[in-house]
């Protein structure tokens, strides 16, 4: 499999604290606060983008770990931006750096890893899961 990745890519991508991000709405705290599963998503999308736009048309990535530290609470109306650069590349596992901001400071930090896959074979591997 052949990809144009380097270590050192990077990858920015921006969105907006809303209420379908809050804490409160995502059922992972009880403020009207960015919750940290929408924190960490954007930082896998991030992530996620920059490798499928590198890899052949029959191959895709998943995410195998995420670890973040949620830094600073962000409230509604606050763009966020999310950035994920490339540490390593070990064949088929992709390490990255990810980032997250708001409008007036870093919100948290942490590591995330891809593994790039055949997506036929392993959307076959997962829908057999349906016939057990």
């Known amino acids: 499999m052949e990809t144009n990745l380097k270590i050192g ?7 907006q604290s809303t ?8 059922k992972s705290g009880s403020l009207k606060v960015l919750a940290t ?12 983008e920059l490798v499928e ?14 670890s973040v530290e949620h830094k600073a609470p962000t409230p509604i109306g606050l763009k966020i931006k999310a950035e994920a650069i490339i ?3 070990d064949g088929r596992k992709i390490s990255f750096e990810v980032k997250a901001f ?20 392993f959307q076959n591997k997962a829908n057999s899961k349906l016939h057990f």
Not at 9 to 15: F, L, P, R
Not at 53 to 66: A, H, Q, R, W
């Open 9 to 15: 890519m990077n990858n920015v991508i921006e969105s």
């Open 19 to 26: 209420e379908k991000t809050t804490a409160l709405t995502m």
């Open 37 to 48: 599963p929408a924190m960490m998503c954007l930082m896998e999308q991030a992530a996620a």
């Open 102 to 121: 708001d409008e007036s400071d870093e919100i948290g930090s942490g590591t995330h890893e891809r593994f790039v896959v055949n997506k036929e074979k």
């Open 87 to 89: 540490t390593n590349i």
């Open 53 to 66: 736009k590198n890899l052949p048309e029959d191959s895709t990535s998943v995410g195998i770990s995420i």
